[in-house]
């Protein structure tokens, strides 16, 4: 039986596009804000394909998952490393922003493979109604991601220029002022995602070290 090329599945390839797009995008960000928007909306829209694909052709893999989870993270970085140069002012709070998506989304995905390999009775944040619908209903989490997006791309714009102007207001502005409660409560959900991560790592060390403690 031939071996399969999990490389060449179709939903890493759209992933592959998605990173040539964000490179793009990066590159133009600090002068070419038209080329570096479409090329930052496009890979952040298939985000959304790849996945459909992936349950289409059942080519879901771990590293398909990996690179879509990494693609994300660094796409919102560089966006945000380019904001704190456009508003010095508020470098703090986009640091702090960096800060909470890498650290909570980091500890959230290594514990959740550490409780892959125990027994032990975790917190899950599923159990709770409203965190339920975050992970289950996906136009919930569609909108709640391409909210926080959205946020960002309209403040990065709006150095360069208004855009449209809509019943007296600047259509990058008014996305500004709609999409950033979205945007807070998805930084308070990825807080809640590190909380309980370090919880639940609190329960791996004990675990662990009450079975050193029998073993001595």
Known sequence: ME???????????IGYGRVLLALISFYYMPTHY????????????LDAFDGHAA??????????????????????????????QFYPAYTFWFQISMTIDIVCHWIYLHTTVLQGKTSHKFIDMSENAIMNVYYTNRTVLFCMCAGNEAFYAALYLLNFTEGPVLFGISLFKA??????????????????????????????????REAIQKAK
């Open 55 to 84: 349950r289409y052709f059942k080519q879901g893999t771990k590293f398909g998952a990996m690179l879509d989870q990494l693609t994300d993270r660094a796409g919102t970085m560089c966006l945000l490393v380019t904001l704190a």
């Open 34 to 45: 038209a080329v570096a928007a479409w090329c930052y909306i496009i890979s952040a829209l």
């Open 175 to 208: 996305v500004t002022y709609i999409s950033a409660p979205i945007a807070f409560i998805k930084a308070l959900i990825s807080l809640l995602h590190g909380y309980v991560a370090c919880i639940n790592l609190s329960i791996i060390d004990t675990k662990e």
């Open 3 to 13: 071996t399969e090329n999990i490389f060449l599945f179709v939903p890493n390839i």
